[in-house]
């Protein structure tokens, strides 16, 4: 063993040009360099504090201070370095093994697997099968065509460019991933995310602080975003828990979900289906809407549709706002909407806080559209919001799972407490997609009647109460009450439920009235329906506001049933089973 000691200054720089075997860096506190090897060296140059060690024939040992910076080039064994400032090795054939570096490290042709423990400074690696970081890297890290990358926590940028996996727990800046080949696995971003990968590419992200853009992939799933969110061409299912801004989704082969977006939602090619929470901007849709499909949304904006050609695809639609379409009943502000193209195989929800804007395709092969409720539509829809809004908890949980698993404990912690930062912004976000969904289904359902110079103000409700206390009112001997209200109604242009089947009229009490005689058979006209199509001429418009002729477009009635009806509803109001404005407010739409 030949052992020789060069005494140097503050921060000295040791040179190797060669190492046929392995190459052992430790730190002492002698402020000089202590080399041995197992046989013959080339050389030794030392000017000032930088040492050249030339052409070691077999294995290198050096003890150096702890301020030492090491360069060393053609290692034909394994590298192992400890404790010092700086690492540079260019073309190491075996495993590098770094360990408490305090300040960067550069590492470039790494023939088998980089092991490094604690870096101070930055990391630069290029060209090795695989690396490995526990703990952490201090500043920022670039590695380039590095096929498996398993870091615990880079403080700055990381940098992965041509791997074939890389799984990172946390990022405290920036993340840029290019043709990753595989699988990208991240639990937190502080800053933004921006990931390019292939066809076969599975991303997976807890948390992003800032921006996550992700292109050719094969899934994505990501908890939380603070900032805006953009997909492109993602052969399969999609996955994003909570946006703070907006969405911009193209090109999507499978399955998308979205727990809440705060700003504008962009979707287009979306071949699967779909459901989003809540937007609380505008909504601009592109699907194929293939058969069997189910596509919900919660809009809070307004919300524009391009529907493919020849669609199979049924609507259902609460609109706070105006729709417009082809061929499309509607009245003016607050519309449940039905529409059906073709046999209606994919399904279409939507609850919109504005208007809802129809492009693309034909003529809906039938089409209603009422100011009215439909309480199981909209608890379905709020049940939507509510659950799709704890989906990016309950992503950031599983993938903070993962890297607990691994015993990588900080990033997990961290990303805990993004996710229940980001929680907290998801249930604001949610009741405000309630507050705008409940507002809308007000809206919806809110109607104004004028007939003549007379307006009334109608909801669901005070409908279903008229209804029902013409029913009872029938039931108890006021012949003709229920027919006199559904006409009345239906010449309103609202919709009408089928009657329920009465009972028949109680014998009279002992000493009391008898019945009110039978009135005439009634004539056969067929009742409005809601949820039929147009009329075979074009479109008929359903609304709540009607001319001098209320009863224009309904079929003669004698003027005996007419009579008899007004006197049903005059009884009924000096009975107190309605008011004297929602009589008058019969009488009127029943004519004279």
Request: with cysteine.
């Amino acid at each position: 063993m030949n052992q020789q000691t060069f005494t140097v200054g503050i921060a000295p720089r040791v040179i190797i040009t060669q190492v046929q075997g392995d190459l052992s860096v430790q730190v002492w506190k002698e402020q000089a360099i202590s080399v041995e090897t197992d046989d013959t060296v080339g050389g030794f140059e030392q000017e000032g504090n930088t040492l050249t060690i030339i052409d070691c024939d077999g294995d290198l040992k050096l003890k150096v201070p702890e301020d030492t910076g090491i360069k060393a080039t053609n290692v034909m064994g394994n590298a192992e370095i400890e404790g010092i400032r700086r690492a540079e090795l260019e073309n190491v054939a075996g495993d590098v093994t770094l360990n408490n570096i305090s300040g960067d490290a550069e590492l470039e042709n790494v023939g088998e697997a980089i092991e490094l423990t604690n870096l101070g400074g930055d990391l630069e690696a290029t060209n090795s099968p695989a690396l490995r970081v526990r703990h952490s890297v201090g500043g920022d890290a670039t590695l380039k065509k590095v096929a498996f990358v398993e870091i615990e926590t880079v403080g700055g940028d990381l940098s992965v460019e041509e791997a074939e996996s890389a799984l990172v727990s946390t990022v405290g800046g920036d993340l840029d991933a290019t043709d990753v080949v595989a699988a990208l696995r991240c639990g937190v971003v502080s800053g933004d995310c921006q990931v390019q990968g292939s066809a076969r590419t599975d991303i997976v992200v807890g948390n992003t602080g800032g921006d996550f853009t992700a292109s050719s992939a094969a899934s994505v799933h990501t908890g939380n975003v603070g900032g805006d969110c953009e997909l492109r061409d993602v052969q399969d299912d999609v996955e994003v828990g909570y946006v703070g801004g907006d969405v911009s989704f193209k090109g999507v082969g499978g399955t998308l979900q979205v727990g809440n977006c705060g700003g504008d939602a962009e979707l287009k090619g979306i071949q699967g289906s779909i459901e989003v929470g809540s937007i609380g901007g505008d909504l601009e849709l592109q699907a194929a809407f293939p058969v069997d499909t189910r596509t919900r949304l919660i809009v809070g904006g307004d919300a524009t549709i391009t529907l493919p050609d020849n669609p199979d695809l049924s609507i259902r639609a609460t609109v706070g706002g105006d729709v417009r379409g082809r061929s499309i009943i509607t009245g003016r502000g607050g519309n449940l909407v039905n529409l059906v193209y073709g046999n209606g195989a994919a399904h279409l929800d939507l609850n919109v806080g504005g208007d809802l804007n129809l492009k693309g395709a034909g003529t809906p092969r039938s089409s209603s559209s009422a100011s009215g409720s439909w309480n199981d539509f909209g608890r379905e829809m709020s049940k939507l919001g509510r659950d799709l809004g704890k989906l990016g908890q309950e992503l950031s949980h599983e993938i903070a799972a993962v890297f607990n698993e691994a015993g990588w404990s900080r990033g997990a912690d961290f990303a805990g407490d993004i996710a229940r930062k980001a929680d907290e912004q998801a249930r604001r976000a949610q009741r405000r997609a309630e507050e705008q969904t409940r507002r809308a289904n007000e809206r919806a359902a809110r109607v104004n009647v004028r007939i003549n110079d007379r307006e009334w103000r109608l909801d669901p409700e005070r409908l279903d109460r008229i209804r029902e206390q013409a029913r009872r009112a029938a039931e108890e001997g006021v012949s003709g009450a229920l027919e006199a209200v559904e006409r009345a109604v239906s010449n309103l242009g609202m919709p009408v439920t089928p009657p329920p089947p009465v009972s028949p009229t109680p014998p009279p009490m002992p000493g009391g009235p008898g019945p009110v005689p039978p009135m005439p058979p009634r004539p056969d006209w067929p009742m409005p329906n809601s949820q039929e199509g147009t009329a075979q001429g074009g479109p008929v418009e359903q609304q709540g506001q009607q001319g001098d002729n209320v009863d224009a477009g309904a079929p003669k009635v004698s003027a005996l049933d007419v009579e008899q009806e007004r006197e049903a509803i005059l009884r009924m109001i000096a009975e107190g089973r309605i008011t004297p404005e929602e009589g008058d407010l019969l009488l009127e739409a029943l004519g004279s």
